[in-house]
């Protein structure tokens, strides 16, 4: 009897761990497409109705958003979705332009043949988003060709920096769009990247993702000004 017991708990767990997950990515997509905004406080009691699910797979969705830095948990009152502000952006953009150039920097030292075909399929699947000024599908296309890039240099603890508050700022992106010709310019820094990478040139590839991330980031906080200014 012990054993069966021991056995449905473990069954019990594996449920609520996908069931968190699921919540978690729910969570996410509401965050990233302004459904749930900054300053939001999200309610236990609520959350759990609104997904149908019991609090444990929510209490473990917060805690995962937690460490993602999306939200702050308080005790016995909830989560609440993180503020952003400028200096928010400057500080993310500052961290991710110094990640990313070092990853960058080290995916073009190393990467193969293959990996190359991969990643100007990545660029030119971009450039059709871009031409289509379809901004969800732009952001998709953007994360994941610079998620394949970072991938190769093979160094988890910097991709679990990166990936701290992005989707906050993906949600202000989503909702703040881009410059007129922001678009035709990441396209054009995309394929600059893309000729370094292809030379195994690590250092310049390194510093043209540090501008290309710098550039991103001002681009965002003029839309962010100009939208304040409306």
């Known amino acids: 009897m012990s054993e069966l ?92 332009g110094a990640i990313e150039g070092m990853l960058t920097e080290r995916c073009a030292e190393i990467i193969d043949a293959a990996g190359i075909r991969e990643l100007n399929a990545l660029v030119e699947a971009h450039a059709a988003a871009a031409t289509a ?10 994360r994941h060709m610079h998620d394949t890039i970072n991938g190769w240099a093979n160094n988890p603890e910097a991709l679990r920096t990166l990936a701290r508050g992005r989707v906050l700022v993906d949600a202000l992106r989503l909702r703040y769009g881009f410059g007129e010709a922001r678009p035709d310019a990441i396209v054009a820094e995309h394929r600059t990247l893309m000729r370094a990478i292809e030379r195994h040139d690590g250092e310049r590839a390194g510093g043209i993702a540090r501008r290309h991330c710098m550039r991103a980031r001002d681009d965002l906080l003029i839309r962010m000004r100009q939208a304040a200014a409306d």
Do not use: C, W
Request: charged share 30%; no cysteine; proline share 3%.
């Open 133 to 142: 000024r379809d901004n969800v599908a732009m952001l998709d296309a953007n």
């Open 5 to 96: 017991h021991g056995h449905e708990i473990e069954a019990a767990e594996a449920v609520n761990a996908t069931t968190a997950t699921r919540v978690a990515a729910e969570l996410r997509r509401r965050i990233l497409h302004g459904q749930l905004e900054p300053g939001s406080r999200l309610k236990l009691e609520e959350l759990a109705s609104l997904l149908d699910v019991s609090h444990m797979p929510v209490r473990e969705a917060l805690r995962e958003l937690e460490g993602e830095g999306l939200l702050e948990l308080y005790p016995h009152r909830g989560a609440v979705i993180k503020g952003v502000d400028a200096q928010f952006v400057r500080n993310l953009y500052d961290v991710r």
